[in-house]
């Protein structure tokens, strides 16, 4: 395992925990490497000289922007790579071998959460047939969610990943802080938040959307404009969200 | 029931199965009125002369601004009359009679989605402290989650409920018509937004955080820029967002 995040801690315990050994793990933060190492029995180390050829495939859970130059530390090893990023290209790898792939977990991870491995839809993506064959038998061991994805797609699903998780959770935090400038208790919205994603789980948001905006109740939403009237940011993200409600495409 | 909505419809199931008899349903669409009125055992009018007295309580669920006028020709019959709305102040009602509340069940509610109503906030202000009991004590017999709430902080709350639920459910469907036009398929999403949902039941939004904007990795973002190039909303949406996750208060 190459990188100690969010991505890296969960791919690792999944791994794990369906019988792979995880033989090091790699981080420039020793602390970190160490921890990720100590819960998967694997050894550690922070520095890239010392990484072990002595495995099947190195798995790069890395910032976007260092995935190349640590591929390039690596391609000595001549083992299979993969990154697991949404937004990197598969040619990055290939510009260091032909030996490479994608392994691409579709999900939000946070280190002291823990989720079921089984669900996160795993994107697989390999430099020539044989290579996506055994990625794909790979993450048969940890997921029910196989897809083949290429590189393009890849793009246009972390893009659409960004608009289902990131914003929404920003959005959840706006509307914790108005709560919490008037005393209210974020306890009274996460039922609400709950039954937003439950609902989008058998139906299409279109079908399931409420609120003024999709009523086209002007009263209400001029009522909200006021109510932000001391926070410009918060006002216009409110009317350029209203506004793409009612232009919503209800088909 | 004052209404056949969705509010109307979740709300007179709730009561309906905890015990109480509901009278009559009453909506100016008599096919509406009807539907639920046999759902719940109750009879149906379209005609707002024909409401009978025979009630404890009046409950108006219906659009924000039809509600004065229908409190206007309720009051006559002397009843408890109650609103449901979370943009609504008391005082509207109020204008008509002093026997008067509000009974806002804080959640988003489709017709054809059940819900379990006992994990339903239910925000609840009377006229007077014998008016606000009586409706905790009816609110008690179906929801878990009683809280006083006055006209002000309902506000606030609806406001904030807009952010929390209605934002985040166009998102989803930003993100599944971009997955649409590149033949991808939404059930890719639907695990990362429910388990995005799941994060914020235990912890703050500001604490599980992902993507690229937290992360200021400003390369991602920009080719994010680029795929929505042939769409300015979206494009302006996704700064608009990703300026807010970066000017995040952590705390």
Redesign the interface.
């Known amino acids: 395992m190459i990188g100690s995040g969010?991505v890296s801690t969960h791919l690792a315990a999944a791994l794990k925990n369906a019988g792979h050994r995880i033989v090091q793990v790699y981080s420039p933060n020793m602390g970190h490497a160490s921890l990720l190492a100590y819960h998967v029995g694997a050894e550690a180390t922070d520095d890239i000289s010392l990484i072990m050829a002595d495995t099947d495939l190195f798995i790069i859970a890395v910032?976007?922007?260092a995935i190349e130059a640590v591929a390039k530390q690596l391609v000595l090893h001549e083992r299979l790579i993969v990154h697991t990023s949404g937004?990197t290209e598969l040619q990055v790898l290939m510009q260091a071998t032909a030996n490479a792939g994608v392994f691409y977990p579709?999900?939000?991870?946070?280190k002291d959460?823990e989720?079921d491995f089984r669900?996160?839809?795993l994107?697989i993506e390999g430099a020539n047939e044989a290579i996506t064959k055994q990625l794909i038998e790979l993450g048969q061991t940890i997921s029910n969610?196989i897809?083949r994805v290429d590189s393009a797609?890849r793009?246009?699903?972390?893009?659409?990943?960004?608009?289902?998780?990131?914003?929404?959770?920003?959005?959840?935090?706006?509307?914790?802080?108005?709560?919490a400038?008037?005393q209210?208790d974020?306890?009274?919205?996460?039922?609400?938040?709950?039954?937003?994603?439950?609902?989008?789980?058998?139906?299409?948001?279109?079908?399931?959307?409420?609120?003024?905006?999709?009523?086209n109740?002007r009263?209400?939403i001029a009522?909200?404009l006021q109510?932000?009237d001391d926070n410009v940011?918060l006002q216009?993200?409110?009317q350029?969200?209203s506004?793409?409600?009612m232009?919503?495409?209800k088909n």
């Open positions: 969010n910032k976007d922007d937004a579709l999900q939000t991870f946070s959460k989720l669900t996160v839809p994107c969610n897809y797609q793009k246009i699903l972390h893009l659409s990943a960004v608009f289902a998780c990131n914003f929404p959770n920003y959005l959840y935090y706006v509307a914790q802080k108005i709560l400038q008037h209210l974020f306890n009274l919205l996460r039922p609400l938040i709950m039954e937003t994603a439950v609902k989008v789980q058998q139906q299409f948001p279109a079908v399931v959307q409420t609120g003024p905006a999709v009523r109740d009263q209400t009522a909200h109510l932000l940011f216009t993200l409110y350029l969200l506004e793409g409600v232009k919503m495409d």
